[in-house]
């Protein structure tokens, strides 16, 4: 069982800047995934960014030069520096553990087994 709990949202200005947390706890293993995902209601989580136990990162096309996702280890929480933010990224954003072995940085959130409550972040114009 792997816990998350993530922080760090709130409501900005187009333009702004807000960085999320997410401190995990309860993996042991040593290959896993994490990532962030964003879900508006009535809509399918998608993926925002991603990262492996190695430091590889993908991110997905609408946040490529704007967002970044960091993790120093698997001791240490996960970030997500959003900068340049649009009204059009406002969601709640969650935060995904594999909690197994996972290929590369996956952006497939399919590849998640547990997801954080979530945080909201609202951008207004």
């Not at 998350?4 to 900005?12: D, L, M, R």
């Not at 590889?56 to 698997?74: E, M, P």
Request: proline letters at 2%; glycine letters at 12%; hydrophobic letters at 30%.
């Amino acid at each position: 069982q792997v816990l998350q709990v993530e922080s760090g949202g709130g409501s900005v200005q187009a333009g702004g800047s807000l960085r999320l947390s997410c401190v995990a706890s309860g993996y042991t293993g040593t290959r896993y995934c994490m990532g962030w995902f964003r879900q508006i209601p009535g809509k399918q989580r998608e993926a925002v960014a991603s990262i492996d136990e190695v430091g590889r990162t993908k991110y997905a096309d609408f946040v490529k030069g704007r967002f970044t996702i960091s993790q120093d280890n698997a001791n240490t929480p996960l970030y997500l520096q959003m900068n340049g933010l649009k009204p059009e990224d406002t969601a709640m954003y969650y935060c995904g553990h594999s909690g197994s072995w996972c290929a590369l940085a996956s952006l497939n959130k399919n590849d998640y087994s547990y997801w954080g409550q979530g945080t909201q972040v609202t951008v207004s114009s």
